[in-house]
């Protein structure tokens, strides 16, 4: 698929690996932050950019299981790919500050657990109404 479709880059979340796991693909980088150890290796967030594409990986301050990568594309585009496990109860200050780390223009990608109406769902939780108000 990647091959066919090319894209510039690839948000993945709950990639299931640890440190020792190394994760190549010809023609890409990658930027990831795998599960802290002791969870099972559950969840951990990757990007994957071409190499195609001048990119770089961006420091986050925060506890989320989050990366971020700027891709020069026709501008400076900024990437995140973020993961909140179901059950983690989140701050809405901390996403605040994972955003108010992201330069402009950014795109914010994952798997963030919240069902809504909103986006086509057939209920809502509460993971669902937080992201509405973030939005």
Not at 13 to 40: H, M
Not at 41 to 67: D, E, F, K
Request: include cysteine; proline fraction near 6%; hydrophobic fraction near 40%.
């Amino acid at each position: 698929m990647i091959n066919c479709i090319q894209p510039v880059c690839i948000g993945l979340q709950e990639t299931f690996l640890s440190s020792n796991n190394p994760l190549k693909l010809r023609g890409c980088n990658s930027v990831r932050k795998d599960a802290a150890i002791g969870s099972n290796h559950s969840g951990g967030v990757c990007i994957l950019t071409s190499n195609l594409y001048p990119s770089s990986p961006l420091t986050l301050h925060t506890s989320l299981q989050a990366v971020a990568v700027q891709v020069h594309v026709r501008n400076l585009v900024t990437v995140c790919s973020v993961y909140l496990p179901p059950h983690d109860v989140i701050d809405n200050h901390v996403l605040d500050n994972l955003i108010d780390q992201l330069p402009t223009p950014f795109l914010l990608l994952g798997d963030f657990n919240g069902h809504s109406a909103l986006w086509g769902s057939d209920v809502t939780n509460s993971r669902g109404r937080q992201i509405e108000l973030f939005i």
